[in-house]
């Protein structure tokens, strides 16, 4: 019989959220809300669609595999060089990439948590330790929910080859500010990669939080991963780039691009979408103001919510978290719980937005705890 590496049969089995559509015909609505994987509601642009519709005919060749086109677009954008520049099958892909680049056994990872789940797993398959650093609470009172760089920077040794600081934080939608970040990665050894994930930066509206792609100017150990599945709509099209501010970085993260991997469908969406910025900066508007509607929407019920700069809220359920997700669930409902700490809901449409708080509502009157869902 064969057998998986150790370290791989160890691994949890990725569970993705409920799809929708099953869990409006097992409980039998016409439909069912999904705020589980910070999507944006909006239905891909005009110009994206009509793109995607262009490319589909020439499917029968792979896709240019330097995805030129995309790389320029890119870089143009963000006033660097193509050079800088790796695209790859989402984000997550990139992340894969980064550890297969930096880190081997003998060498290892650094990052907050609880942050993005891919972290943990990329030191896990790359047989390189990680050093998980307790969050703290971003207000006197609060919930633990937003990163201590100083214990980041103490937790970080020789060894050290790859810190993530996922900023806005996923799953608590906090946001480190400059100073603090700049204090940083000033401590971070020139050896050590610091890799600030932005995958919600388009929806950040605090002027102190930093932008990733200034911040890594002159540091040859910064890079900035960024991603197209959210706030520019194309989750379904697996599309992201890492700027990194030396070459040398993104050539390590290009060599470990696992070819055509980026469809040619991908590329042309992305070119697209980044050729209609304004419409995509508008939709981002309007999620910035529902995300505000929705956290004072949620204050009001008692709720402690911290101020998210995601598309997503945070609520610190704590013990409550698996039975209040269940019973929203079971209400038509499906959010992200993480057992134990919280519950982390994108930011709908209002009238999704509106059906979650309903349901809320009926859950924590009921007194969720006792009546379980689904
Ligand atoms: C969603 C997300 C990504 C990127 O996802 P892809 O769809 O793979 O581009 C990266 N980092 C964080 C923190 C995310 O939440």
Redo the contacts with the bound molecule.
């Keep these: 019989m064969v057998s998986a590496r150790p370290a791989v049969a160890a691994m949890p089995a990725y569970r993705p959220g409920r799809n929708p559509a099953d869990l409006a015909r097992e409980i039998g609505v016409p439909r069912a809300v999904k705020l589980a994987?910070?999507e944006v509601a909006f239905p891909p642009l005009p110009a994206v669609v009509e793109a995607i519709t262009a490319t589909a005919g020439e499917t029968n060749r792979y896709p240019d595999n330097g995805a030129a086109l995309l790389t320029t677009a890119l870089a143009e954008r963000y006033g660097v060089d193509a050079a800088q520049v790796v695209t790859?099958?989402?984000?997550?892909?990139?992340?894969q990439q980064l550890a297969q680049a930096f880190t081997e056994p003998g060498t290892g990872l650094a990052f907050a948590w609880r942050?993005?789940e891919?972290y943990p797993l990329l030191g896990q398959v790359a047989g390189a330790p990680v050093r998980q650093v307790p969050l703290v609470p971003s207000t006197p009172s609060g919930a633990a929910d937003t990163h201590d760089l100083d214990a980041l920077a103490a937790a970080i040794d020789d060894t050290t080859r790859l810190v993530f600081v996922?900023n806005p934080?996923?799953?608590t939608g906090t946001a480190v500010r400059r100073t603090e970040l700049v204090r940083f990665l000033d401590a971070v050894p020139a050896e050590t990669l610091v890799v600030l994930?932005e995958?919600?930066r388009e929806f950040v509206t605090d002027p102190d939080v930093p932008d990733g792609v200034e911040l890594m100017r002159g540091r040859p150990n910064v890079a900035v991963?960024r991603?197209?599945?959210?706030a520019w709509g194309l989750?379904g099209l697996?599309?992201?780039y890492l700027l990194a501010e030396d070459p040398a970085v993104a050539d390590a993260v290009r060599r470990t691009h696992v070819p055509f991997s980026v469809s040619m469908l991908a590329q042309a969406a992305a070119v697209a979408a980044l050729a209609s910025e304004a419409e995509v900066r508008e939709r981002c508007d309007a999620v910035v103001a529902e995300r505000s509607r929705l956290t004072t929407a949620l204050r009001e019920r008692g709720l402690t919510v911290a101020d998210s700069q995601?598309n997503f809220v945070w609520l610190p359920l704590g013990e409550r978290t698996a039975e209040v997700a269940a019973a929203l669930e079971a209400r038509a409902v499906i959010t992200r719980p993480f057992a134990g700490e919280g519950i982390r809901v994108t930011v709908g449409t209002p009238e999704e937005d509106d059906v979650f708080l309903g349901a809320l509502d009926a859950v924590l009157t009921s007194g969720a705890a006792e009546t379980t869902g689904a």
């Design positions: 994987s910070n790859g099958c989402g984000a997550v892909m990139l992340c942050s993005f891919i996922c934080n996923n799953p994930d995958a919600y991963l991603t197209f599945s959210k989750a697996r599309v992201g995601a």
